[in-house]
């Protein structure tokens, strides 16, 4: 491991007074690390703001009135529901997280965030690979081009657990050895050079851990999570999702709240959807052919509105 | 005032217990409004991070090693020398700043920040319009097209503050006339309905005075601190650059000092002002005409090596 | 006027032959401006890519397999719909745009675009302010806090636009005066210096002109637009919206019609308002009072699904 | 390969007439791959202004006086010098790139473009490893933690190499046998399910290639290019910085040649150095530990002034 999460380098001996917004409940977890996946955890390294500081922003915009007209919860939900997205970008959280390479290639793709990676030009790699559970080893999706569909079968699942078990163990052991160096670190031959770290690091898989921080305000996390704590996110990413929606109903549980009623539990009509959804009301019967949604679109409305799927 | 400085929404009553990083020298003035020019100031309302979290997280990047090799400020020192700018994006503050809206829009110019401005939409702005002090009343500079020259003399600058102070409270009164609105917020003809706010504003002059949250993170304050800190830089934002920059000592010690050292005191050489200054290092006789540096380069570069400008 | 926009800096004589993507519609009114307020206009002065560009990237994305499964247009209308947005940043348009700076600052607010401004510190802003024609000219709104409600009656409006119109050419006439410069851009009295420009600008209402150049991609335009053209926003920003949205529909057809689809004409449901949608499809009675949902999210729901309000 | 380089997408049969900005020179070389390590390639998809429309730009900030005052060599040199950097923004250009995933690993920390990448979870990648050429296989520097020094004796070169190219080929094969799919893409035993796109591509190494649309803006190009084709920078990312380098003489000559002039070829000196400089020039004796400035500084100072480092 590159850094000792059971020593973390930020942990105090002793708490200091501050007058700044504090959240009892984010004291209680700060700096511990929150296992994710096998090997993988994430840490709340530090936090700025609260639903009350959520609260102020908006009052610096929108004025005194707004004191009096609503309270703060009222207030928090109007927000999210007139995308007043700006107020949320007070808050900001930074993160240490442990994570496999191909989850960290789909994260990273978020740019509005702030990150400081491991570096395996600077440092070696430790000897760190995901292996699935097998009740996550699933086959490809019939359904759709992107995800995962049925469970494997108990043999094929061991095989393919066996094959990434000893590919990682084989690539590292050669990365080890192109480094020219033994597991203590020392030198294996003193007569060879070692070949580069820069270069070394290639002959990984995309299973290796590596770690971040990862700082972020609250209105990018917001949409991070839309993303990757949706059912169609990788399940690995969704790990992670699911850790920090926990989190973040300890850290702005107003915020959060709005956020699942406006965001994640609810549903996006297009203009042809609302159509059908208002004939529907009106008693008329209406069929997908004639509706502009293409047969997907139907079935997601039909789901939305709890309805029965008729072909 | 549309929010009351002396009565700061975030000010708590008793300090509260974090594990968090905190600044001593910080907590002392937080909330405080320090003044800015003749209406303004800048609070600061939240921060996180310090010195050592800077460290934490280029260590993060860099690994195990740079604990042995390097202490804390001359890591610090480093990552500013090298451009290494992630780590200091893990640090973050947050200002209430009141300023005139002339400054507001060179300001907002730098994209890499959250903002709250108070709404003009959803509030009547109040009657306070920054007004120059005598000797800040400058002319036109001649020798560049941007910047102010000699100051005015007495009478002229009597003049020009008339004019600014009565303007400001002819178009401010029209502003309420238009509102339909007195100076103690009740309407003034009940058979007028009053223009909205939204339009009425059109009235005021850029010298009116607004107010924001803005919440930045260290590497893009630095970056904004290189530009409006600068000599170029117009005079009333470079009044608030200033009380930053005092902020900044007080909060990250080390890194501003860094700052101070390889951006702020430096000086950027060319690959043609290069040569020139390895050539009179050499004892070489240059003439500006041969080197390539245009007069206003080699006026520069001759200031910057502490040499008489030789036409 | 600082530019004239019947001779544009960039208007070509003649065409010259690319092989990059290009748009007949586009190229028809190229560098033309287009009128917006009294005085404003929107210009293109450059594009990049098109519908096609938007499918190209996507494949990119999605492989070869979207080659033969989905024609461009379901493509494009799926990339909408599930919010993979990444396609459409793939466009890029760049706009020569004239409006009020109450105007601009709004618009500013957005920081995903690159803007170069006309600078009142290196030129001298000319004579041109924003007038609304009387039909705009309409009292606060009694029902939100933010918006506009209805007309004035004619003499407060002839009052208002006298007040305005007055005081635009009182500040501009001081301006003037203080620059020590008279209409023909010379010097009033040789004895005097004139104030600096960036301090003179200060007297100039917020409903003078400017110009800018805005860069975006299409992503982002997007959302500008989902915020700007929609009915709660100003009436004077939504004028420009407008003109964007038609420009958008010569330039990238299908991806403003999915956009439309989708998002400007479709409706976001709360997890509230699912469930009341899906007690009413069931038959059920349901009272907003036991809903969850505010009375104007009752309302918003209820016009949404084009049922009588009952209260 | 994901998609076929040779018949590009985007080639047009024909070229069509613009009269937006064009470069003969551009229009020469667009889509065509050009080669960048042993599989990798660079193709230019679209680009948007030229050295004219970095000037236009700056010509509305600056307004009309510029245009007489300066010609547009002297104005793009003097916005290099000076950090105007937004007249830069107002380029654009779209790039195809193909490149290891350890490479777009450290590419895609900058955060300020956009990109669309072939995803591994919606089709199946290719067998094609990155595998650098016996040259470039060097030991671990011994000078700094980061780079690499010499190259490695022949025969352990020739062992590395065969590591690298047998893990590739073995890693590659299991990708393909849990995936059930056999070279020509069809089942290889149709008894078995076959593991998930997005699980399986976990045993590849960080040497695939992967291939990306990227889109930046020229001063954002800049700011990659003057990190990414430094000599501290990884080997393998600047054989691409080289090829955009050389894309960028082609497309704005100017702009390029004041980017070589005041960014890659110049130097910044610190406050310190600064003194150093002046006193050498005053013809003082000066001795590092004097100074301030580390002995890594002083080595730096002393090679930028073209002096023998004297210890």
Same mark, same amino acid.
């Given at each position: 491991?590159?850094?000792?999460?059971?020593?973390?380098?930020?942990?105090?001996?002793? *708490?200091?007074?501050?007058? =700044?917004?504090?959240?009892?409940?984010?004291?209680?977890?700060?700096?511990?690390?929150? /296992?994710?996946?096998?090997?993988?955890? $994430? =840490? $709340?390294?530090?936090?700025?703001?609260?639903?009350?500081?959520?609260?102020?922003?908006?009052?610096?915009?929108?004025?005194?009135?707004?004191?009096? *007209?609503?309270?703060?919860?009222?207030?928090?939900?109007?927000?999210?529901?007139? =995308?007043?997205?700006? /107020?949320?970008?007070?808050?900001?959280?930074?993160? %240490?997280?442990?994570?496999?390479?191909?989850?960290?290639?789909?994260?990273?793709?978020?740019?509005?965030?702030?990150?400081?990676?491991?570096?395996?030009?600077?440092?070696?790699?430790?000897?760190?690979?995901?292996?699935?559970?097998? !009740? %996550?080893? *699933?086959?490809?999706?019939?359904?759709?081009?992107?995800?995962?569909? !049925?469970?494997?079968?108990?043999?094929?699942?061991?095989?393919?657990?066996?094959?990434?078990?000893?590919?990682?163990?084989?690539?590292?052991?050669?990365?080890?050895?192109?480094?020219?160096?033994?597991?203590?670190?020392?030198?294996?031959? /003193?007569?060879?050079?070692?070949?580069?770290?820069?270069?070394? =690091?290639?002959?990984?898989?995309?299973?290796?851990?590596?770690?971040?921080?990862?700082? $972020?305000?609250?209105?990018?996390?917001?949409?991070?999570?839309?993303?990757?704590?949706? /059912? %169609?996110?990788?399940?690995? $990413?969704?790990?992670?999702?699911?850790?920090?929606?926990?989190?973040?109903?300890?850290?702005?549980?107003?915020?959060?709240?709005?956020? !699942?009623?406006?965001?994640?539990?609810?549903?996006?009509?297009?203009?042809?959807?609302?159509?059908?959804?208002?004939?529907?009301?009106?008693?008329?019967?209406?069929?997908?052919?004639?509706?502009?949604?293409?047969?997907?679109?139907?079935?997601?409305?039909?789901?939305?509105?709890?309805?029965?799927?008729?072909?």
């Amino acid at each position: 491991m590159p850094t000792d999460p059971t020593k973390p380098l930020e942990a105090k001996p002793e *708490a200091a007074p501050t007058r =700044r917004a504090t959240v009892a409940a984010m004291e209680e977890i700060l700096f511990a690390p929150q /296992p994710v996946l096998d090997h993988g955890f $994430i =840490r $709340i390294v530090d936090y700025m703001g609260d639903d009350n500081a959520i609260v102020q922003a908006a009052r610096v915009s929108y004025g005194k009135g707004t004191k009096q *007209a609503r309270e703060d919860r009222a207030l928090i939900r109007y927000l999210m529901r007139a =995308r007043h997205t700006s /107020p949320f970008e007070m808050c900001e959280i930074k993160l %240490h997280v442990k994570l496999p390479v191909f989850v960290a290639r789909q994260w990273i793709r978020h740019r509005t965030a702030s990150v400081n990676e491991y570096s395996a030009r600077y440092s070696v790699v430790e000897d760190e690979f995901y292996l699935p559970r097998a !009740e %996550h080893l *699933a086959a490809q999706a019939t359904d759709n081009r992107q995800g995962r569909g !049925e469970a494997l079968g108990p043999e094929e699942a061991r095989r393919v657990l066996a094959t990434l078990r000893d590919d990682a163990a084989l690539t590292y052991g050669h990365y080890q050895e192109m480094l020219n160096r033994d597991a203590a670190g020392n030198p294996r031959d /003193p007569a060879r050079k070692g070949l580069a770290r820069e270069l070394a =690091r290639m002959n990984l898989t995309l299973g290796v851990y590596t770690e971040w921080y990862w700082k $972020i305000d609250l209105h990018n996390l917001f949409h991070f999570l839309s993303l990757r704590a949706d /059912p %169609h996110a990788q399940y690995e $990413i969704r790990a992670y999702a699911e850790v920090m929606l926990d989190i973040l109903r300890r850290w702005v549980p107003e915020a959060t709240a709005a956020f !699942e009623e406006y965001v994640l539990g609810g549903a996006k009509l297009s203009k042809s959807a609302l159509e059908v959804t208002r004939k529907l009301l009106a008693g008329e019967d209406v069929q997908q052919a004639e509706t502009g949604l293409s047969p997907r679109e139907w079935r997601e409305l039909m789901a939305a509105l709890g309805r029965p799927v008729t072909p």
